[in-house]
């Protein structure tokens, strides 16, 4: 398979770069990826913080990611391939801490001062699959697979989700430290880096990070095809699904019964996520309807911990597959909801935004980037939810989604229902009594 090295300015320039904003290290080279301003690849939640290890480990040695647990919704470890597929997680709550409880497991004290792990880096495939998008009683040993690809290159990402208010991007503590022992000696900092090659360049496939733009232009604009395609009224909404099916979505060679897939963009294993694409010739204002599904509540640094339907759940603009970028998104806690659970969201660009979309008047907007899809079209962009480690009884989430015919029927009250509105009907089809 044809391997390129994805080359990126922000790679080149990474320590020595001045205003370059978010802590990293001589190991956690790549990031913070985020939505604004430094790299912002993959699809990153606005609201999370990602970053990548690229390395090799040495012949006969052992390496150990050494940490403490995040003020946060959520932390992972996850391994990929070099076509951005995941191949094993690691989530917070499998992680049994050197002493004290895992602030992430039902009912512990979040805030506890005992927040140290030690993990297990294997450069092998594992045997077993461990379960991923629910949670799960399975343990993990401590202990992560990050098998080695082409030039004997292993990668990791490392996630925070939701760093608690003032905390900063790391959720309020350090980024996890490697430690490598080979030949009975215990290799620290910058030791370990020069060891392990962490500096070298990331070879992945072409399509590892994104569809290259050309190609994108062409599916996304076929003459045969109406000026709106994709994007329909009401949208339509496609679960994670493989290249091929993606690609059908342009092409209308669409499988209605294609299976949930991982997929690739380095997606997060505790995720699933639900897309449409939308175009505003349909409408200058998305409107969606749905129920909210509920969440921990922990950004305001809150005392325990307590499971819910979901561990987070959000939803963001994206521009396109071209360029896998994120405008903005929305976590939970900041979507309004009514006595009954529902939420009523907006969508559109900043010009035309409604004036009832403000939280005094109980309706959630999320603004689309004004160059729309990034790469030719201002009017298209990708609304994407994702929801985190659903509950084993909730039978609604997205990870509930086998096949994409059962979308709507499985989600119930929780499928995204939507409708493009001009702005004058959205201000009079939802009615505000507050004066802001």
Known sequence: MKKIVLLLLTFQIYLSAEGIPGPRDCFWLRGPHSGDPYINLAYPDSNVFYWAATFTTPEDSQLFLEGEFPFSRYMSLISYDQRGRPVESLSDYLIVPDAGENPYLDGSPRLNTDRS??????????????????????????????????PKQQVIIYRIYLPDAQTG????????????????????????????????????????????AMVYRELAS??????????????????????????????????????????????????????????????????IRAKAPKTPATYEGNDFFKNSELRYWSVCSNQSFGNTRVNDCLFDEEIPVDENGFYTLMISKLKDRPRNAVTSCGIAWLPIAEDGDGVFDDDVAIVQFRHMLAARDFNNSIQSVENQADTQSVMKAYFPNGRYLMPNQAESFFPCSVQD
């Open 117 to 150: 792990y030690r993990v297990e880096i294997l450069n092998k495939s594992p045997l077993l699959k461990r379960e991923t998008g629910r949670m799960t009683r399975s343990g993990s040993d401590n202990k992560l697979h990050v098998p080695e690809y082409g």
């Open 169 to 212: 991007p790391t959720g309020g503590v350090s980024l996890p430290k490697p430690v490598l022992i080979k030949d009975g000696k215990t290799f620290r900092g910058n030791e370990v880096c020069a060891l392990m090659n962490t500096s070298q360049q990331l070879a992945i496939t072409l399509d590892a990070a994104g569809l290259p």
């Open 222 to 287: 076929q003459a045969s095809k109406p000026i709106t395609w994709p994007a329909q009224n009401p949208p339509m909404w496609y679960i994670q699904l493989d290249r091929q099916s993606l690609i059908g979505i342009y092409t209308g060679e669409f499988n209605e019964n294609a299976p949930r897939s991982t997929g690739g963009f380095f997606p997060n294993l505790d995720n699933h996520y639900l897309r449409t694409i939308v175009n505003r010739k349909h409408g200058k204002v998305l409107v």
